[in-house]
């Protein structure tokens, strides 16, 4: 157990650098690919679809009721299809999904339209982009190292949680100022679902099938 400990030094050498920054990524992906940034504005947004209150806040949590069902989905396509190819197919939906709600709501579209859009935001999120950071994060790091780099990714990505919740309203208002519409905060989530694409073809390692040990050796080679 002794020489399982590893320093705050250790973390930050070289070999362990790249890991902690595909962690960070995972963490920031996790949040500002849209859902985690939107969720807690769904009511509000329902209203100005021209929901009233209580159908939006029932609506609200149908939709979460789904994501939990999909992250049922996740769970056991992890294992079978892999991190990588699940993380890249909710990457590309997560596009044409944000993109295609950025119109709706530029355009001003009410009722059932703007349900199935906001919806469909969830699909990704569960499928992939949701629930595949909290569990690589935990399988990137050697064994010395996993609750120190675990206790830094998690605090980075609560971080994120916070500030995408916090600026949203200003994204919007931003957005209303730019494009005439909050059409454009949607198409700013369309933006960074393409670099987590990139992040998931070229950078993002695949875990399946891989001990934890076997995972740690080859950051070495990096």
């Given amino acids: 157990m002794e020489e399982e400990q590893g320093s705050w030094s250790d973390l930050l050498a070289p070999r362990m650098r790249y890991a902690l920054l595909i962690g960070i990524l995972l963490a920031f992906f996790n949040n500002w690919t849209g859902w985690s940034v939107i969720g807690g504005y769904v009511p509000r947004l329902f209203e100005a679809a021209g929901f009233g209150r209580e159908s939006a806040i029932r609506d609200y949590i149908f939709i979460y009721g789904a994501m939990g069902g999909l992250t049922l989905v996740s769970i056991f396509l992890s294992d ?122 070229f950078v993002m390692p695949e875990t399946k099938g891989r001990s934890l040990e076997e995972i740690a050796r080859s950051w070495k080679n990096k």
């Fill in 80 to 201: 079978k299809v892999g991190r990588r190819p699940l993380w890249i197919i909710a990457s590309v939906l997560a596009m044409f999904i944000t993109a295609a709600c950025g119109f709706v709501f530029h355009w001003n579209l009410t009722g059932t339209v703007v349900l199935v859009v906001i919806a469909l935001i969830t699909v990704p999120h569960g499928l992939a982009l949701g629930g595949i950071p909290w569990l690589m994060m935990s399988e990137l790091f050697p064994t010395n190292l996993r609750a120190k780099a675990v206790a830094i990714t998690t605090t980075i990505l609560w971080t994120f949680i916070f500030t995408g919740v916090y600026l949203f309203p200003t994204i919007i208002n931003l957005s209303e100022r730019l494009t005439g519409s909050s059409g454009g905060a949607f198409w700013l989530f369309t933006v960074i679902c393409f670099l987590s694409l990139l992040f998931g073809i």
